[in-house]
């Protein structure tokens, strides 16, 4: 079974006037994977997915995979119409992936066995494995620990984006082995790491990605007082970073160093100014 663990950074999309810039997604794409990072996410929420065209979500997956390996890139699929969304499985399929993260349907609210049907009838599509993505607070519905029972007996379903909120499903997903146990909440990598869980899918990792690493390393190892030390030095970052919708303060933060320009798509925006000159006095702290 394929297994998913480590660091996986759920990357920006970068913008220009408007459109992609192409220069820019390669650049930090280099830049991340020098960092040691296990991979990336591509068109993900972090990657503003919902305002790309399915197009242009494509050709995001085809310049990353121009600097990263497959076998280290993730595609984010999402959407309520289901041949829209088989279609564009077929699409990525094409592509060497080495997953999908798939969330549930949003705005619909379906049933737990609507649900298991959902996710069954794209896992029985896909040739690659599937991550699933409980984020409530995104789609409206969660996900509940009887389906995603369900769901991890089926061969291609193997981890889980785990942004549900309750300590106890995560637990007990852990306990049960069945599946990868990402953590999808920058500031629960710590616990859900020592309680057992394989990694993390963190957006704030774009910023200091090698104290991530470091992070994880110092856990395998059993250091847990070094790990507590780097987590917390990081934490100030990680809540900074969602204190504007995301990835408003990350794109920001990227800007100050010329990797990127500080642009989103409408709905988003760029951060307020208090946010960003709290990023400012962070970072400029930071480096001292």
């Not at 890139?73 to 309520?80: F, I, K, Q, R």
């Amino acid at each position: 079974m394929s297994s998913f663990s480590g660091i996986w950074v759920p990357l920006v999309t970068p913008f220009h006037q408007g459109e992609i810039d192409f220069p820019a997604l390669q650049a930090l794409s280099t830049h991340l994977l020098k960092q040691g990072i296990d991979g990336v996410v591509v068109c993900g929420t972090t990657g503003e997915a919902p305002t790309l065209s399915k197009d242009e979500q494509l050709q995001v997956l085809d310049a990353v995979l121009e600097i990263i390996p497959g076998h280290q890139v993730v595609m984010g699929l999402s959407g309520t119409h289901l041949p829209t969304v088989s279609g564009m499985l077929e699409a990525i399929l094409q592509r060497p992936v080495a997953g999908i993260l798939l969330p549930a349907p949003y705005y619909i609210r379906p049933s737990q066995a609507a649900l298991v049907a959902w996710f069954t009838e794209l896992a029985d599509r896909s040739s690659v494995p599937i991550i699933l993505y409980n984020v409530p607070y995104r789609t409206g519905i969660h996900l509940e620990l009887d389906t995603l029972r369900q769901l991890a007996t089926h061969p291609k379903i193997v981890a889980i984006k785990d942004c549900g909120g309750s300590l106890e499903l995560t637990l007990s997903l852990i306990a049960d082995g069945q599946l990868d146990v990402l953590c999808g909440e920058d500031a629960q990598i710590f616990s859900t790491l020592c309680h057992g869980g394989t990694g993390a899918i963190a957006a704030s990792a774009h910023l200091f990605p090698e104290k991530f690493v470091n992070l994880i390393q110092q856990i395998k190892m059993n250091d847990l007082s070094g790990a507590r030390q780097t987590f917390f030095s990081l934490l100030p970052m990680m809540r900074l970073m969602f204190t504007a919708p995301n990835p408003a303060a990350i794109k920001y933060a990227l800007s100050l160093d010329g990797l990127l320009h500080n642009e989103l798509r409408a709905p988003l925006l760029p951060a307020p100014e208090n946010v960003e000159r709290a990023v400012r006095n962070h970072l400029n702290q930071y480096s001292r």
